[in-house]
């Protein structure tokens, strides 16, 4: 198995949820899949058999929910293959290549949040408009309009999101003579990120050996300026990142947990950052609905029981990752690839996903549903995990969006990485992050 690195520095996917009676037994982010080439959209056979192929990348759940087999017994002229690339960095430069030849594209394309903007600006009419088929008022307000564009045609249907909370150890905290109590965190922690950090100034004071707070001070950085509904762009599609105050709060913070040493410096999703998680050393995690996967799987069984998670800092929610599916407009399918786009993105079978695999979804009529709404993690103390990310998510900030938003984050937190790992003082780091994007982005 191998974990996907992609876009906006984090992994694609997540682990199994549980409801009542269920255990979470997490899955890697890629499964077991290697990388294959999408084939391309081809017509109906002499007998009208359908063969829809959908591409994507990393782990979006339908093969582990089951539904590419459900499908076919509903419609059993039409048989889903899905072509899987492991990395987003291989997937996406491939799907443009194909949008620009015309050729090679799958009937139903996946595209990751931090490429939207960039697909609506510059390739929308490359794909049909989904507006016709599905309800885009059924998802969370802000996910519609990332894949709308001015005129009004909503090219991709939302998969999944990712609301933010706090994942923390609760053996470390309690060695460490702090709170391990849901809602006595939350209450430390309501002030916004600058409390976490006090809190972590406790934490350090009386640390178990080796153990650090945070993991990652580029991952706090993500959980801060994601909170935020002006990130890296204005509305007129102007890179403002040197003076967005969402950043130079992000930066500001990083700059602290690294200065105070609160961080063990960990690339999220490296070897180091896995082997940390199982040998307990790391107390707390910003942590995206599908980061409780990562957690649960690399911490293993050893530490099941000794995690929990609780509301993000801030009174602020915050939004990390999601996905989309589009139909390309040359594929021979594209009536029913819609109608599989539609259902796949239908409140049941978003339900269905988030009880396989743990990707919270984004079609607001998944929330009351008992598998999402009743969804506790046995690994994580029985986290009400389904109730906390549904809150999160009504009240996640409009983000806006640019067409080099992965880019300029991906940018910034390997030079805040390098803060952490090599001694790169805070001037330096933050020059070369804004040299490396001004030359990136043009």
């Given at each position: 198995?191998?974990?996907?690195?992609?876009?906006?520095?984090?992994s694609?996917?997540?682990?199994?949820?549980?409801?009542t009676?269920?255990?979470?037994?997490?899955?890697?982010?890629?499964?077991?899949?290697?990388?294959?080439d999408?084939?391309?959209?081809?017509?109906?056979?002499?007998?009208?058999?359908?063969?829809?192929?959908?591409?994507?990348f990393?782990?979006?759940?339908?093969?582990?929910?089951?539904?590419f087999?459900?499908?076919?017994?509903?419609?059993?002229?039409?048989?889903v293959?899905?072509?899987?690339?492991?990395?987003?960095?291989?997937?996406?430069?491939?799907?443009?290549?194909?949008?620009?030849?015309?050729?090679?594209?799958a009937d139903?394309?996946?595209i990751?949040?931090?490429?939207?903007?960039?697909?609506?600006d510059?390739?929308?009419?490359?794909?049909?408009?989904?507006?016709?088929?599905?309800?885009?008022?059924e998802w969370?307000?802000?996910?519609?309009?990332?894949a709308?564009?001015?005129?009004?045609?909503?090219?991709?249907a939302?998969?999944?999101?990712?609301?933010?909370?706090?994942?923390?150890?609760?053996d470390?905290?309690?060695k460490?003579?702090?709170?391990?109590d849901r809602?006595?965190?939350?209450?430390?922690?309501?002030?916004?990120?600058?409390?976490?950090?006090?809190l972590?100034?406790?934490?350090?004071?009386k640390?178990?050996?080796?153990?650090?707070?945070?993991?990652?001070?580029?991952?706090?950085f993500?959980?801060?300026?994601?909170?935020?509904?002006?990130?890296?762009?204005?509305?007129?599609?102007?890179?403002v990142?040197?003076?967005?105050?969402?950043?130079k709060?992000?930066?500001?913070?990083?700059?602290?947990?690294?200065?105070?040493?609160?961080?063990?410096?960990?690339?999220?999703?490296?070897?180091?950052?896995?082997?940390?998680?199982?040998?307990?050393?790391?107390?707390?995690?910003?942590?995206?609905?599908?980061?409780?996967?990562?957690?649960?799987?690399?911490?293993?069984?050893?530490?099941?029981?000794k995690w929990?998670?609780?509301?993000?800092?801030?009174?602020?929610?915050?939004?990390?990752?999601?996905?989309?599916?589009?139909?390309?407009?040359?594929?021979?399918?594209?009536?029913?690839?819609?109608?599989?786009?539609?259902?796949?993105?239908?409140?049941?079978?978003?339900?269905?996903?988030?009880?396989?695999?743990?990707?919270?979804?984004?079609?607001?009529?998944a929330?009351?549903?008992?598998?999402?709404?009743?969804?506790?993690?046995?690994?994580?103390?029985?986290?009400?995990?389904?109730?906390?990310?549904?809150?999160?998510?009504?009240?996640?900030p409009?983000?806006i969006?640019?067409?080099?938003d992965?880019v300029?984050k991906?940018?910034?937190?390997?030079?805040?990485?390098?803060?952490?790992?090599?001694?790169?003082?805070?001037?330096?780091?933050?020059?070369?992050?804004t040299?490396?994007?001004?030359?990136?982005?043009?």
């Open positions: 198995m191998r974990i996907t690195r992609t876009v906006a520095g984090r694609r996917r997540a682990a199994v949820l549980a409801t009676g269920l255990t979470a037994s997490a899955l890697l982010l890629t499964g077991c899949s290697s990388d294959s999408a084939s391309g959209s081809t017509g109906p056979d002499a007998d009208g058999n359908v063969t829809l192929t959908v591409a994507d990393g782990q979006y759940g339908y093969k582990e929910a089951g539904l087999e459900k499908y076919h017994e509903l419609n059993p002229k039409i048989t293959k899905e072509e899987v690339t492991a990395d987003e960095k291989v997937y996406y430069p491939k799907l443009l290549q194909q949008l620009n030849s015309g050729s090679g594209l139903i394309q996946g990751e949040v931090g490429r939207i903007k960039e697909i609506v510059t390739k929308a009419d490359a794909f049909a408009d989904l507006g016709k088929t599905i309800n885009a008022s969370v307000s802000w996910k519609a309009k990332q709308t564009t001015p005129d009004g045609a909503v090219i991709g939302g998969t999944d999101i990712g609301p933010m909370s706090l994942c923390y150890n609760t470390l905290l309690r460490a003579g702090l709170p391990t809602q006595e965190i939350a209450k430390r922690v309501s002030g916004g990120w600058e409390d976490y950090l006090k972590g100034e406790e934490y350090q004071k640390a178990p050996a080796g153990t650090f707070f945070m993991d990652s001070a580029s991952a706090m993500n959980a801060v300026v994601s909170s935020n509904a002006k990130q890296y762009y204005d509305e007129s599609g102007k890179p990142y040197k003076e967005s105050p969402s950043v709060q992000g930066w500001t913070l990083a700059t602290e947990a690294t200065s105070k040493k609160l961080t063990q410096g960990l690339a999220q999703f490296t070897d180091p950052w896995v082997a940390a998680l199982r040998k307990g050393t790391i107390a707390t995690v910003a942590c995206p609905a599908w980061m409780a996967g990562q957690i649960s799987t690399n911490a293993g069984e050893a530490n099941k029981g929990d998670i609780t509301t993000a800092p801030g009174a602020t929610a915050a939004n990390w990752g999601g996905s989309f599916l589009a139909v390309p407009k040359k594929g021979k399918n594209v009536e029913e690839a819609a109608k599989l786009v539609k259902w796949l993105t239908a409140p049941e079978q978003q339900a269905a996903v988030f009880k396989a695999i743990g990707v919270f979804p984004s079609n607001k009529g929330y009351e549903l008992p598998d999402v709404k009743n969804a506790k993690l046995p690994y994580f103390n029985d986290a009400p995990i389904g109730q906390i990310y549904a809150g999160e998510a009504n009240s996640i409009e983000a969006l640019g067409p080099k992965g300029i991906d940018t910034i937190s390997t030079q805040i990485n390098n803060m952490e790992q090599r001694g790169t003082s805070p001037d330096k780091a933050w020059k070369a992050a040299d490396a994007i001004d030359k990136a982005i043009g």
